[in-house]
């Protein structure tokens, strides 16, 4: 094939198909005496073609680099030990006692209940009840609540589906008689949104120089 009759010079066929000198010089005759590439330099003096030796080497085709991103795996969730040894209360006011209200409302209802609250699994209460097994997650306040999931509670929701329960008292009451309301499948069954918490700390050298007394307030 004549290759002045395309053209074009090295660089749109040797480095576009990749063809090291040797192939070039195989598939393309770029000789200007060739009759078709003559008659081409004739009709376009302005065109000015330089061959390829055979000696130089074709250049490498560099490839492009390609950016791989790992995805940090999740920390294995531990798994929970069932125990019938019963929880003292914390010594801090932490949702204990609505726990304790679920966990009591279970037991009514026929379900044996072992309370795993304390070894962070994702979730308060292991329940079974005939060969079902049931996780409860107790969240309470004082007022009206909108839950708030830890990335493993929300993580055991989404892995236990419909056998994940949300045991939610608003308006909680220690000593009274309080509403639980049962929410199956949190993950699937209700609207999220993923929030990001910011907090401050205040060094306490920096706060015990800045006091003044009650009466300069």
């Known amino acids: ?17 990749n063809f090291s000198n ?3 010089h195989d598939y393309f005759d770029d000789n200007p005496v060739n009759q078709f590439n003559a ?32 995805r940090r795996a999740p920390r294995p969730v531990p798994i929970p030990v069932p125990s019938g040894t019963p929880v003292p209360p914390p010594m801090a006011n932490t949702g204990w006692g609505a726990e304790q209200y679920v966990a009591s409302a279970l037991q009514a209802d026929g379900w044996q ?18 060969r079902q097994t049931f996780f409860f997650e107790v ?10 999931l830890t990335l493993r ?9 419909g056998s994940y329960v949300l045991s ?20 699937n069954s209700c609207l999220s949104r993923q929030t990001t918490s910011i907090a401050y700390a205040i060094p306490r050298s920096s706060w015990t120089s800045s006091t003044v007394p009650l009466s300069s307030l």
């Open 168 to 187: 939610i008292i608003e308006n909680f009451d220690p000593n009274g008689s309080n509403t639980i309301y049962w929410v199956p499948d949190p993950a």
């Open 22 to 24: 040797t192939e070039f």
């Open 153 to 161: 509670e929300w993580q055991q929701a989404h892995q236990h589906n």
């Open 39 to 70: 008659r081409v330099l004739k009709d376009y003096p302005s065109v000015t073609y330089t061959g390829i030796p055979k000696s130089v080497s074709a250049q490498p085709t560099r490839q492009p680099r390609q950016s791989v991103r790992t």
């Open 113 to 130: 209940v072992f309370d795993v609250s304390r070894q962070q699994v994702g979730f308060d209460l292991l329940a079974q009840k005939r």
């Open 139 to 148: 969240k309470s306040s004082v007022g009206q609540c909108t839950p708030s």
């Open 1 to 17: 094939m004549s290759l002045i009759a395309r053209r074009c010079s090295e660089t749109p066929v040797r480095h576009d198909f």
